[in-house]
Structure formats: C-alpha cells, structure tokens
C-alpha cells in the first residue's frame, strides 16, 4: 500500500487505538521527507534558498539585529536520518534561523505585570497564555528588543518531562511578550516557519529529544547545542508552503475522523447508559422488563465495544441479581422465610451445645427501611443472622509475635491479600509465628471462610478463602463463617452479593467515619442481606457466573481485537513507510 492509498482509506483503520495521533504523525513524517507533495521542477533548489538566508542574516547583523554566529561544522552522513529529493539540501537549525535562543529568567510579579511564557503555555494545539504568569514592568525595560516575540516565532519547550519538545507557532502576539529560560525561540530567517515547525514536532526529532537529552536536577534538558546543530531536510522554499497546506488540509482530516469516532463512541455510551439506566429502574411490568434483560444480554457483544462497557455490565448484572430480576422466581420453591427458619435452628443448635458464641440479638430489616425491593418470596435478614461466627484478627505487634520464613511460621492475611473474590498477591504473603495462633484462636481460617476488608480504601472489598494452609489474619480483615448445614446460605451468592454495588453502597454509607473510614463488627453482624429460597440462590449464582463469563469472553475479544488492529496499523504504516512504497 502506497502512502496515497493509505490516506485514502485511513478511515478504515480508524478504529485502531491511538489510529488518530498515529495518523497525524504519519502525515509529518511524509512531509519532512518530501513524499506528500510532488516537487516542482521550476521551483528554487533548496540550496538557493539557503544562500538567500546567509544573505539576509549578514544585512540582520549589519543593522545591528542580530548577532555574528560562529559556523557550524559540516554536517557528517550519519546525521541525516534518510534520503531527501535532489532538490531539498540538509541543513542544521543555525543556518535558517535569525535567532535561536533561550528566554531568561524573569523577575515575576503578583499583580499588574505583563504575561510571561513558560512550557507550561505551550501546549501542542497552541499557544495559551491564560496560564502565564507575570513578570514586573519594570524588569521588562531591561530586555533587549530581538527578545520580544514576534509573528511566527517558533517556541520549543526546552526542560521537563512531558513537556519537553512542545513546539508551537506565535500568531498576533501582544506587545513585549517574552518567554522563560525553560523556552527556546526559533526565529527563521525567509524559511516558513509552519514547515519547521512541522519538521520539530516529527517522530524523528520526538526520538532524538527522548534519546539525547541532557538532565540536570532530575530534569530532561534540551541544550543550546542540541537546539543550534539540529539538523534540518530543508525543501525549495515554494515547496515549503504546499506541503504546509496539504500538512493543514490532512490535519483537518484527522480532526473529522477523530470527532467522528468519538461520536460514534458517545453513541454507544449513550446506547448503553439508556440500557442500564433502564435495567436499574424499578420496572412495572415484569414481563416487559425481563424481556428487556434478555435483549440486553443476547446483544451484548454489539453494545459493549469498550472495556469500560464490561465493568458497567458486571455491576448491572449483580445489581439484577441482588434484586432478583435476573432469573425468575419459582412458586414450587421453598420460600426464604422457611429457609431462615431453619438456619436460625442450627445457629440456636450450635450455641446451645457451645461451639459457637450467642450474639447478641440483631434487630429485624423492616420492609419500609430495606435498602432496595425485592420479590415477595424473598426476605431480609440480617448478617450475624446468617452466620456462627463474625470476627477479625489482630495485629502480630500487638500480641508480641514477630513474621517469620513460611517454614517456620503460619500464613497471615492481610487486607492487601484480600482481592474482588479472590485472595491476590499470593507470591507476597506474610507469615508469622505459630503462637499467634494460641493467643488468637478465634480467627484462625477455614477452608471456605469468607473474608471482608474492614479498613482503608479497599474497604468492602471480599474473597473466599480458598487456600489449604493453616492461617490466620490481622484486625483489618473480617472473617464472616456462614452456618454450615443442611440449610446454609450458598457462598458464592453471598460473595457476588458483598461484591456488588448495592452492598458496597450500603457499606459506604455505614461505614464509621474515622481518621481511616473502618466497618466495625457491629456494622457487620448488622449488615442486610436479601434471602432467595436456596434453590434460587444457586440459579442465581449459576446466571452470574454465565454472564460473568461471558464479560470475561466478551473483554479478551476486546482487548484481542484492539491489539489486532494495532498491529494491523502498524503493519500498514511499516509498509506505506518502506523505500519501495516511497519511490
């Protein structure tokens, strides 16, 4: 594929990521090579041109508005990075510049001083002097005139990470308007300017700046060396202002395609935010709105193109089935008020004969204080209903215990091990000695225990644990222990329960507001829980899981597909780029 042709069908590949900027850059990178505009016989050589601007630097001088440069050395063929027409010439920097150097530092002012620019107002769109800050009118008087700026300077951010080699054009500057020492003016001398500028904003000149700069103080630094022997492919200078134009008529190209898709982006934003406002709503007519949840999820590849979609369709799909309208309710099952009935037995069992501790009694979720509606053979109920034990660790510093190898100590878990379901960093486990054990027996874990966050950022944040290790954890970490027995809550509802965004509101929202925002005991032992009959906990979980899957599917094809168009561009520019297509 020849450049011409990739232009012209560049909107194909558009959906790639960063396709735009990589477009733009593409488009700089032909023009400074002389592949985007056809040269013209009948225009001046470049050398000509060059010979006129050492003319008219030596009558700048001799008018006393400029100052005598001492020539530069030839420049060697190692420093022109490819091959030009015959009628460009490389040059350096110098040599088409009238003037070429740093601002200095200003003395600032806090009020009724005059606009001062600093890398900061260069910004790659433009120039924004809302952000400069002033320098006193009094020290602007002591500034030679060559420093104020003029129409079509080039400024060229000299320092910083992240602004360095942020180069823009001046237009219609205001009177005695100067730059700091972080900024180095480019003035040229009969060249067009908009062309160099196109030449120091290039891939190849963003490589030498990222490559050669110089630091100092931890900063990246572009010396007056770098600035001054800068070389430059300089064309005829006719040719100059056509592949300024064409440069202008592509770019506005690209500002089209780049509205264009994110139009087509917001569409499917708003496609998709209508879909789950509306599934979130309470629904007055049943059949319609699961008719709704099943359009939604037979089309879910077609809404979700971004992997920002996929989270907000995780979060929607656990709110349905919080609410239970994710699945539908069989009257042949057993409601959840007998189903409570019969754990609240085994939890008076088990206190009876000792080997739970009774709690004391929690009060009841009233209908009209429940945090959202749900079906009428569903019930409330409260956390510490649910459960034979509800507790937390303790520090290791507290109770004298030092960490130790793994061979010689248990596994303790902490708040950073416990993950969105799942325990993370495993291969960062912390192990203490086996006596923390005897001083806290309470919360030593189970397989299966379900562990919650009680402190901090990560507040809420739940997992089960799945380990087979002898372990314990620290007083950030909750240990929740389901009743177990014939009638026992399905773990894995409650887990996809603790990870929704119901529950993580209602955590929020009871959380004890401290120096560190925590979840105490009580807040949790408290904690309202919506009760399906168990048969339709366990087709709830199963319809998660399914959905979850295919969110999991659905964000690997997302991510395979971006990654596939990334290395198509790539491909394709490679191939535009080659020396055969170039010729």
């Not at 011409?4 to 023009?31: G, K, M, N, V, W």
């Not at 110098?94 to 620019?117: F, H, M, N, W």
Request: hydrophobic letters at 40%.
């Amino acid at each position: 594929m020849t450049p011409t042709q990739l232009l012209q069908h560049f909107d194909r590949l558009s959906e790639a990521p960063d396709a735009i900027p990589r477009l733009r850059r593409f488009i700089l990178d032909l023009a400074v090579r002389g592949k985007l505009v056809e040269q013209d016989l009948n225009d001046e050589p470049a050398a000509e041109l060059l010979k006129r601007i050492k003319i008219e630097k030596a009558r700048l001088v001799k008018e006393g508005q400029g100052k005598k440069e001492k020539p530069l050395a030839p420049i060697e063929e190692e420093e022109t990075p490819f091959l030009v027409p015959a009628s460009w010439i490389w040059t350096r920097l110098q040599d088409i510049t009238s003037y070429i150097q740093r601002g200095k530092s200003p003395i600032y002012a806090s009020e009724d001083g005059l606009p001062v620019i600093s890398q900061k107002c260069v910004q790659w769109k433009g120039l924004d002097i809302s952000s400069a800050r002033l320098i006193t009118r009094e020290s602007i008087k002591k500034y030679d005139e060559v420093r104020f700026l003029r129409e079509n300077d080039l400024l060229w951010n000299s320092t910083g990470t992240g602004t360095i080699g942020r180069v823009v054009r001046v237009i219609s500057p205001p009177q005695n308007l100067v730059c700091d020492s972080h900024v180095t003016v480019v003035r040229c001398a009969l060249a067009n300017a908009e062309y160099i500028r196109s030449w120091l904003r290039s891939d190849h000149i963003y490589q030498l700046i990222e490559d050669r700069a110089a630091g100092s103080t931890n900063q990246v630094e572009l010396t007056s060396q770098m600035t001054t022997f800068q070389v430059v492919p300089l064309p005829p200078l006719a040719e100059q202002h056509r592949i300024v134009a064409k440069v202008d008529e592509l770019m506005a190209l690209c500002d089209q395609l780049e509205a264009a898709k994110a139009e087509r982006e917001q569409s499917r934003g708003r496609l998709l935010a209508a879909n789950l406002h509306h599934l979130n709503q309470p629904a007055e007519d049943e059949e319609a709105f699961r008719e709704h949840v099943r359009f939604t999820f037979n089309h879910l590849p077609r809404i979700t193109t971004r992997p920002a979609h996929i989270k907000q369709m995780r979060q929607t799909i656990l709110n349905l089935a919080m609410c239970g309208k994710l699945v539908a309710q069989n009257p042949n099952d057993e409601p959840a008020s007998e189903f409570l009935k019969r754990i609240h037995a085994e939890k008076v069992r088990l206190e009876k004969e000792g080997k739970t501790k009774r709690d004391k009694p929690v009060e009841a979720v009233e209908a009209d204080t429940a945090p959202f509606a749900i079906p009428e053979i569903w019930n409330w109920a409260r956390l510490g209903d649910l459960t034979e034990l509800i507790t937390k660790g303790s520090s290791p510093k507290w109770q004298g215990i030092t960490y130790v190898s793994k061979e010689d100590g248990i596994l303790f878990v902490t708040s950073e091990n416990v993950g969105n379901y799942h325990l993370r960093k495993l291969d960062e486990l912390k192990y203490v000695d086996k006596r923390f054990n005897e001083i806290e027996p309470r919360s030593i874990l189970r397989y299966g225990d379900i562990l919650m966050n009680l402190v901090g950022a990560s507040i809420g944040r739940t997992a089960i644990y799945d380990l087979s290790e002898i372990a314990n954890i620290n007083q950030a970490v909750a240990l929740i222990r389901l009743i177990q027995s014939t009638a026992n809550m399905e773990p894995e509802f409650m887990l996809h329960y603790f990870n929704s965004p119901s529950a993580i509101q209602i955590m929020l929202t009871s959380q004890v507001i401290t120096a560190q925002p925590n979840i105490s005991l009580t807040n949790a032992r408290e904690f309202p829980i919506p009760v399906p009959p168990l048969a339709e906990q366990r087709r709830i979980v199963a319809k998660v899981n399914e959905l979850m899957t295919l969110c999991a599917q659905l964000e690997t094809q997302l991510d395979t597909t971006e990654t596939d168009s990334r290395h198509l561009l790539e491909a394709v520019l490679h191939n535009a780029l080659s020396p055969l297509a170039l010729r």
